[in-house]
């Protein structure tokens, strides 16, 4: 763990996360969770992806490894056809792309550290905001 993201969390997003989702309706989606280049291919000239960490939750999650999945423009336009954007997505994502961020920090080492603390400062000061 790294005490300065536990800090942030614990007394500057968690306790006020809820407000990042006011007014959003959250439904419960089977998610890939580990979506990313190396997990897709093709299996009879069609494109396939592979070897989930599965999951049910809000389907924006699946936007948290978007910072290393590789997928082209094309690919996330597609995604918005079927499923479009809801308000104040922008602003919840630092906090799917944290999770991950945390994730790989814990599995991989220090690269990911600051990257991870940039994701949850964005969501606090997000948050400030919404106070003001």
């Known amino acids: 763990g790294d005490s300065y993201c536990e800090g942030l969390w614990r007394s500057g997003i968690q306790p006020r996360l809820t407000k990042l989702f006011e007014g959003v309706q959250v439904r419960p989606s089977l998610l890939h969770g580990d979506l990313w280049s190396g997990n897709?291919?093709?299996?009879?000239?069609?494109?396939?992806?592979?070897?989930?960490?599965?999951?049910?939750?809000?389907?924006?999650?699946?936007?948290?490894?978007?910072?290393?999945?590789?997928?082209?423009?094309?690919f996330w336009e597609g995604y918005r056809e079927i499923i479009p954007e809801d308000v104040g997505f922008r602003e919840r994502r630092p906090l799917y792309d944290a999770y991950h961020m945390l994730n790989?920090?814990?599995?991989?080492?220090?690269?990911?550290?600051?990257s991870a603390r940039g994701c949850l400062e964005k969501i606090k000061k997000t948050l400030d905001q919404m106070e003001k």
């Open 104 to 114: 790989h920090y814990n599995l991989f080492g220090g690269q990911y550290l600051n």
């Open 40 to 74: 897709i291919g093709s299996a009879d000239g069609k494109p396939t992806i592979y070897d989930p960490a599965v999951y049910w939750g809000h389907h924006e999650a699946e936007w948290g490894m978007s910072w290393c999945a590789s997928f082209g423009t094309a």
